[in-house]
């Protein structure tokens, strides 16, 4: 079997209401499918993690640089092709979008893999841990309003995302260390007996977010997701000797070598690898090694289409419980209320992931197709792209 052809699918549409994170407002959701097609006619999926003009420059590094790597090769040496190209990139950069576009690529060598298998993608890697995860659902974004009405439309939203059956929630903030405290005793009040977490997109210095993480300590959050800056290890880890709150990060860290800088530097109490920018499934599963080396519990970030969430569903299965036990402490899978038609409505068979959390109690079933479990609408696709 031979790769035949690398294409770079990327999608847009505007959203209906802009949405913000303590970085920037935004009102196009995008997305980036990466499609290897090989000469016995099965195809792979995987998606390259980064929005708006960065997909479009990763679409550049997929099809004019990696694919020209590659040609010819077999699609199941996914491994010897990881090496390949990331050795020849890496005087072009260890990390950032050469790490997010070979993770799209990996990513559909192991769906290719799973198909001439026959197998899903969590048996490749060695079983199911687990047959159906639970989901946590965010949303609460940060909107060109008061602060009063942050605070009023917080307090709904916590409450209306946990009626929809998702037993925890995840808000943002980023107007203001004073201001986001308010924030998080709304979405405390409107959370109930449901967990909650905070991600503040790395938007403050160390002694803000120690400001704001006692308070999260009285109110009782789960985890404080990238508080500081990624490149600031020594903050992290000042931050999790100093306070009671989980410390989350690392959805900007990449392949194995800077996640052993950060679990060495014992910063995080939960690590939140992201498989569609690290470097794709086989540099996933070598930092998730290095995560239980460390004895630090992992919660994946995710973020983009139905490709990056079948991909988390099958990792999330195949994860072993950390650390063991009768009752052990499991993975959530992260799901955004938002508006999303890529997570929605780009498969032929929808994973249906807000009816499934309603109808099973907050949790959502593993896909048990071969390879990634899923196959994208090739028209959904063609109405979409963008180029």
């Not at 950060?262 to 939140?272: S, V």
């Not at 409505?345 to 949790?363: M, S, T, Y």
């Amino acid at each position: 079997m031979k790769i035949t052809r690398i294409t770079s699918h990327v999608l847009g549409y505007d959203l209906p209401e802009e949405l913000g994170y303590s970085q920037q407002y935004y009102s196009k959701r995008t997305a980036h499918l990466v499609e290897v097609e090989t000469d016995e006619g099965i195809t792979g999926w995987g998606e390259c993690f980064g929005p708006g003009n960065v997909a479009l420059a990763n679409k550049g590094i997929v099809e004019k640089v990696i694919q020209p790597m590659i040609l010819g090769d077999d699609p199941l040496d996914r491994d010897v092709i990881w090496h390949k190209v990331y050795n020849l990139l890496r005087d072009h950069g260890q990390k950032g979008m050469p790490m997010q576009s070979l993770s799209g690529v990996d990513i559909a060598l192991w769906d290719i893999a799973g198909k001439v298998a026959g197998l899903p993608v969590h048996k490749l890697i060695g079983g199911a841990h687990r047959t159906e995860v639970r989901a946590y659902g965010y949303g609460m974004m940060l909107k060109r309003e008061s602060v009063d009405d942050h605070v009023a439309r917080f307090k709904d939203e916590a409450a209306a995302i946990t009626g929809m059956g998702f037993t925890a929630t995840k808000m943002k903030v980023g107007l203001g260390p004073r201001e986001d405290v308010r924030l998080c005793e709304a979405v405390a009040a409107g959370a109930g007996d449901a967990r909650f977490m905070v991600d503040a997109n790395h938007c403050y210095t160390t002694s803000d977010a120690f400001y704001v993480g006692r308070a999260l300590d009285d109110l009782g959050a789960y985890w404080f997701e990238e508080p500081v800056a990624p490149e600031d290890h020594d903050g992290y880890r000042e931050l999790r000797a100093g306070l009671r709150v989980n410390i989350s990060g690392g959805e900007a860290e990449f392949n194995r070598w800077g996640w052993r800088q950060i679990l060495e530097n014992r910063g995080l109490d939960i690590a939140q690898p992201e498989v569609c920018a690290l470097g794709g499934i086989s540099e996933y599963l070598r930092v998730l090694a290095l995560c239980h080396a460390h004895f630090t519990p992992v919660i994946n970030h995710v973020w983009g289409s139905a490709i990056a969430v079948a991909t988390n569903l099958q990792l999330l299965a195949a994860m072993p419980a950390l650390p063991g036990g009768l009752h052990p402490w499991e993975p959530m899978l992260e799901f955004d209320t938002t508006d999303n038609k890529f997570r929605d409505n780009l498969l032929k068979e929808p994973l249906d992931i807000q009816g499934q959390v309603k109808a099973k109690d907050g949790f959502v079933a593993i896909p048990s197709g071969p390879g990634l479990g899923v196959e994208p609408d090739r028209e959904f696709i063609a109405h979409y792209e963008i180029e």
